[in-house]
């Protein structure tokens, strides 16, 4: 039964497909705090892991994809036209320190729980942000 709800932000889905921490909290914790991303933070993992990070990682799309699909299945998307409903809201928050990462935000707002990013510009944006170093406090809180 979950109780607990975190969005994930794109910095943590790849970090989970590319190490071990992340991929680990996820996989232990997904019967017991349902995670979430945006369409649009999936989309953005997704388009660095395809372009940049597994060249950089020397991963072959066969090695990461699998990896990255089996974390999509224990993440639920929330479609961007969903997040619409607090686009300004979000955008009003995260505006003055980068206003791409909304979406995230948004998906915080309308589900009243904290971000598990490693970015720093959700710091001041209103919402509950966890770094991968502190975020098993709130996970393990069950």
Request: charged fraction near 25%; include cysteine; proline fraction near 2%.
């Amino acid at each position: 039964m979950q109780h607990k709800r975190l969005v994930i932000d794109a910095n943590i889905l790849i970090r989970a497909v590319l190490g071990h921490r992340a991929r680990y909290l996820i996989e232990h914790y997904c019967e017991s705090v349902a995670f979430y991303t945006a369409e649009t933070n999936a989309e953005e993992a997704e388009f660095y892991l395809t372009t940049e990070l597994t060249a950089k990682h020397n991963l072959s799309e066969s090695v990461w994809r699998p990896v990255y699909v089996g974390i999509l299945n224990t993440v639920q998307i929330i479609a961007d036209d969903i997040l619409i409903e607090v686009e300004s809201k979000a955008k009003a928050r995260i505006a003055s320190r980068d206003v791409n990462d909304w979406p995230a935000v948004a998906a915080a707002l309308l589900l009243d729980c904290p971000v598990w990013t490693e970015d720093k510009d959700f710091f001041g944006a209103g919402i509950a942000t966890w770094t991968t170093i502190t975020v098993e406090l709130y996970l393990a809180d069950t």
